[in-house]
């Protein structure tokens, strides 16, 4: 079973920036079939992918956030970051964390980021 704690949520204007951290109980890139990546899920919508990472490094990310958010890993091979900047208010959502790892998807309790106009 393998643990996700996020953190770097918080409030912020539109045009600020934050930096989510995700952390696994466990070694995620240590075998190239496993990855993590960044949901999110505003009120009333479905959770949608923000940015996915491979073992490799390889990235991809959701049209709405290409050339403003930045997914990378951390160098312990358990750690992703979200490095989110031009925030604007339609970012305003719970991001969750995901692993796939040991064929299987974990998921963290996720993190609050609020963006006011």
């Given at each position: 079973?393998?643990?996700?704690?996020?953190?770097?949520?918080?409030?912020?204007?539109?045009?600020?920036?934050?930096?989510?951290?995700?952390?696994?109980?466990?070694?995620?890139?240590?075998?190239?079939?496993?990855?993590?990546?960044?949901?999110?899920?505003?009120?009333?919508?479905?959770?949608?992918?923000?940015?996915?990472?491979?073992?490799?490094?390889?990235?991809?990310y959701?049209?709405?956030?290409?050339?403003?958010?930045?997914?990378?890993?951390?160098?312990?091979?358990?750690?992703?970051?979200?490095?989110?900047?031009?925030?604007?208010?339609?970012?305003?959502?719970?991001?969750?964390?995901?692993?796939?790892?040991?064929?299987?998807?974990?998921?963290?309790?996720?993190?609050?980021?609020t963006?006011s106009s």
């Amino acid at each position: 079973q393998v643990q996700l704690v996020e953190s770097g949520g918080g409030l912020v204007q539109a045009g600020g920036s934050l930096r989510l951290s995700c952390a696994a109980s466990q070694t995620i890139f240590s075998n190239l079939e496993n990855y993590m990546a960044w949901y999110r899920q505003a009120p009333g919508k479905q959770r949608e992918l923000v940015a996915t990472i491979s073992t490799s490094g390889f990235s991809v990310y959701a049209d709405s956030v290409k050339g403003r958010f930045t997914i990378s890993r951390g160098s312990a091979k358990n750690t992703v970051y979200l490095q989110m900047n031009n925030l604007k208010p339609e970012d305003t959502a719970d991001y969750y964390c995901e692993a796939y790892a040991n064929m299987d998807h974990y998921w963290g309790q996720g993190t609050q980021v609020t963006v006011s106009s």
